[in-house]
């Protein structure tokens, strides 16, 4: 699989797990802890795929950052957490940051 795919599917399923942490209770409902331990486990599993074509540092800002404001829509949606200007504005340059990353540097591994 290609490795943009992979970290695409490591960001959703990260993004899956972290949500069920939430519905887990403290890991204490046991079909919402079995989704955290899935999906950390897919996570982790296609991130270490991911590490053999594209650098380490793009790999983990792309992953960490995206994951960022993915799991905070979806807390917006599921948990009606809402998220005030400077958090927007700190989000937009995480989402920057990503699109500098991959498109001008020569590190990004394309």
């Given at each position: 699989?290609?490795?943009?795919?992979l970290?695409?599917l490591?960001?959703?399923?990260?993004?899956?797990?972290?949500?069920?942490?939430?519905?887990?209770?403290?890991?204490?409902?046991?079909?919402?802890?079995?989704?955290?331990?899935?999906?950390?486990?897919?996570?982790?599993?296609?991130?270490?795929?991911?590490?053999?074509?594209?650098?380490?540092?793009?790999?983990?800002?792309?992953?960490?950052?995206?994951?960022?404001?993915?799991?905070?829509?979806?807390?917006?949606?599921?948990?009606?957490?809402?998220?005030?200007?400077?958090?927007?504005?700190?989000?937009?340059?995480?989402?920057?940051?990503?699109?500098?990353?991959?498109?001008?540097?020569?590190?990004?591994?394309?």
């Amino acid at each position: 699989m290609h490795p943009w795919l992979l970290l695409a599917l490591a960001i959703v399923t990260e993004v899956i797990a972290t949500t069920a942490l939430k519905a887990s209770d403290g890991l204490t409902r046991l079909l919402p802890s079995a989704v955290v331990l899935v999906g950390y486990a897919t996570s982790f599993y296609c991130l270490s795929l991911v590490l053999r074509h594209i650098p380490v540092g793009i790999t983990y800002a792309v992953w960490s950052g995206l994951g960022i404001v993915l799991i905070t829509l979806v807390a917006y949606v599921l948990y009606g957490q809402r998220i005030d200007g400077a958090g927007l504005l700190g989000m937009a340059l995480i989402i920057a940051g990503v699109v500098v990353l991959n498109l001008w540097s020569r590190t990004s591994g394309h």
